[in-house]
């Protein structure tokens, strides 16, 4: 199994503010990784697949980056919808997800 | 639009058989383009990939000591697929959600199309 570890657990940001998530994987998955969106009582909603393609309708201040076992998703200047935890999940393997860093507001 | 949606009870006793079903509206689960599969949330923990099934019935599953206890089946006349999971203790308490990733491209095995989610508790 795949083993994905997402830094840091927590995010405390302003609206504005930009952020920048982490996930690190056990061994190289190439640039197989997707980053997803959950909102309390929804379900996930993928924003960017294969590392830093962004998915339809995400829009541009979600971007990716990162090949082999380090990932980063960055969000350029955070709105207030963004508030919300994020979770990286790879396709190398079998699928396995990281256990998530929630977004805060500060 | 197409949509996914969970069906089934809420509490299960530990031991027995959960089971789920999540039917398509809008569109065909017959699509060769996609496997439909089932994931999970224990609350307030990350999410777990139990498995998927193809339209054909060709199913893949998680190889975790899960793998056992699953199994997940396709019923195109209803345009539905189910979840079952044997031997059910509180550890298997969680939102369970089916989803849809695409079975070939640069998207694949991304699940891009989500249901709600169901909660089930396992609970005497």
């Known amino acids: 199994e795949i083993a994905l570890t997402q830094s840091p657990a927590t995010l405390s940001l302003s609206p504005g503010d930009r952020a920048t998530l982490s996930c690190r994987a056990s061994?190289?998955?190439?640039?197989?990784l997707a980053w997803y969106q959950q909102k309390p009582g929804q379900a996930p909603r993928l924003l960017i697949y294969?590392?830093?393609n962004r998915a339809t309708g995400i829009p541009a201040r979600f971007s990716g980056s990162g090949s082999g076992t380090d990932f980063t998703l960055t969000i350029s200047s955070l709105e207030p919808e963004d508030f919300a935890v994020y979770y990286c999940?790879?396709?190398?393997?079998?699928?396995?997800f990281g256990q998530g860093t929630k977004v805060e507001i500060k | 639009q197409l949509q996914v949606q969970e069906s089934g009870p809420g509490l299960v006793k530990p031991s027995e058989t959960l089971s789920l079903t999540c039917t398509v509206s809008?569109?065909?689960?017959?699509?060769?383009?996609?496997?439909w599969g089932w994931i999970r949330q224990p609350p307030g923990k990350g999410l777990e990939w139990i498995g998927s099934?193809?339209?054909?019935?060709?199913?893949?599953y998680n190889p975790s000591p899960l793998k056992s206890r699953i199994t997940i089946s396709v019923d195109t006349s209803k345009n539905q697929f189910s979840l079952r999971l044997s031997s059910v203790t509180a550890a298997d308490t969680a939102v369970y959600f089916c989803?849809?990733?695409?079975?070939?491209?640069?998207?694949?095995?991304?699940?891009?199309?989500w249901g709600r989610g169901t909660l089930v508790t396992v609970s005497s």
């Open positions: 989803a849809r990733h695409e079975k070939e491209g640069t998207r694949k095995w991304y699940f891009d199309l």
């Open positions: 809008g569109g065909s689960i017959s699509s060769s383009s996609y496997y």
């Open positions: 099934v193809y339209f054909s019935g060709g199913t893949f």
């Open positions: 061994q190289s998955v190439s640039s197989y």
């Open positions: 294969d590392a830093s």
């Open positions: 999940q790879q396709r190398s393997h079998w699928p396995t």
